[in-house]
């Protein structure tokens, strides 16, 4: 199975490499107010949107990963908290959960 990743690896490899060198034509870039970067190679100009697209779809991932790392960190000190009451301990030892402070109310 290795070697199958690493022959499938090679290809995509490969192709990448002869889309590259099909395309280094020149091409000017415009940005807004009339800004020009003049001659630069397709291939380059390719390559920068996509590391853009992918920084940008990476930073639209992480408030939902911090929130999930919250969430188990939470969910790791109730399972603690319900360990030390099963292995003998008393409820009134582990602190109170934010619920039993609180309690969640509709609005």
């Known amino acids: 199975m290795r070697y199958l990743v690493w022959a499938l690896r090679l290809v995509i490899f490969v192709v990448v490499l002869l889309f590259a060198l099909k395309n280094t034509d020149r091409v000017n870039v415009y940005f807004f107010a009339d800004h020009l970067i003049s001659e630069v190679p397709l291939i380059v100009v390719m390559l920068a949107s996509f590391v853009v697209g992918a920084v940008f779809g990476l930073l639209l991932t992480v408030p939902g990963v911090m929130r999930r790392r919250r969430e188990i ?8 908290q319900a360990r030390a009451v099963a292995k003998g301990g008393s409820a009134a030892d582990a602190p109170p959960s934010p619920d039993a402070i609180l309690p969640v109310t509709p609005l």
């Open 73 to 80: 960190a939470s969910l790791r000190r109730e399972l603690d």
